[in-house]
């Protein structure tokens, strides 16, 4: 429904960009030159060229010249955007967002093979391994963390749960992975990771230790969204012997019961209506639920997310909060939004006179 003609295709694979004297650029200029086209579409400036001293000829005089307007899609380059149509707009967003799923669908495709080949794929290392200087892919042990990793694993071999562990590694203020591995970002909440309990059982859990490459664990929701979900462990790719392995695999196996077997009997997960929708007003985190049990009853409590997994590194305070009050407050608050909203009076008067409803 909008006016365009698709006058033809102008395609010059394996040519590079670099040069301007490609076969179908020249039939291009040609029919241009025959007043046979008017509009040109390009994916982005570089697939017409690259030369910047060409490209200014073209699109500041030439094209003006012969009254053709020159589009390229992602570099939101428009000739003629002064009386951009409203079925331009359209057209460039669809070409935008084919392009975007068609680049996104090539990426994932390249990345699936890579992965099937046990490439390690991640940007930064796993601590405990350095990159190859000489392959991007492959991991090489590095000397001075790798040790760290090992009394991680003898320690949880020895008895001590997570917790204990983090707390030993904070006294001896051992550097956390992430100032390692050099992902120090600040992240969302601003609270710089530590040693805890999660940090831990991550480096326990870890078959890389092994020598193995897991690829696959996370996936992208979809190529619009940043947001990765986490995959289960069946769906993962995983290759063995990519590389030097830290951590023997019977001491890997015997440190992973021990992980299941205290899982199963501590964490009990509980359902309340608020859950996952209260936050700290400290630091942002998800609230969670403590009991407290008395002989004759279990009292909840609600308590900060950071400063359970953090304790010791005194991140936040518990901000604990009696649950069947907190979640009276909330529904009282709801209900007096709901009552301003609502014209009790009039509704009333609706309800007491229309007893009847017709319908015709
Ligand atoms: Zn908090």
Sequence with gaps: DNNIQVYDDYTDDGVSGATFDRPD????????????????IVKDLSRFGRLSSKISYYLEEF?????????????DIDTGAIET????????AFFNEWFLRDTSRKVRNGKKTRAREG???????TYGYKKDPLDNNHYVIDPDIAPIVRRIFMLARNGKTPTEIGKILTDEKTLVPSEIVGNGHTRKDGIKRGWNRNTVKRILQNVTYLG???????????YKSKKTMIMPKEDRIIKKGMHTPI??????????DMIKSRTSTRVKSYDWLLK????????GKKLSLVPQKHPNKTTFYLRCNTYAT????????????NLEKVTDFVIEQIKKRCREFLDEEKYTKIANTNKFIYIY
Excluded at 34 to 39: F, R
Excluded at 212 to 222: C, H, L, R
Excluded at 276 to 283: P, Q, S
Aim: aromatic share 8%; proline share 2%.
């Design 25 to 40: 650029f020249n039939r291009m200029i040609k029919d241009i030159e025959n007043k046979k086209i008017n509009l040109i």
């Design 63 to 75: 094209f003006i010249e012969k009254g053709v307007r020159f589009i390229a899609v992602t570099d």
């Design 85 to 92: 149509s409203e079925d331009m707009v359209q057209f460039k």
């Design 119 to 125: 490439k390690v794929m991640t940007t930064y290392p």
């Design 212 to 222: 193995w490459v897991s690829n696959g664990n996370t996936k992208k929701i979809n």
């Design 247 to 256: 951590i023997d695999e019977e001491t890997f196996n015997i440190v992973q």
């Design 276 to 283: 996952g929708l209260v936050c700290c007003k400290e630091c």
């Design 310 to 321: 953090n304790t010791h590194l005194g991140l936040c305070t518990p901000h604990s909060n």
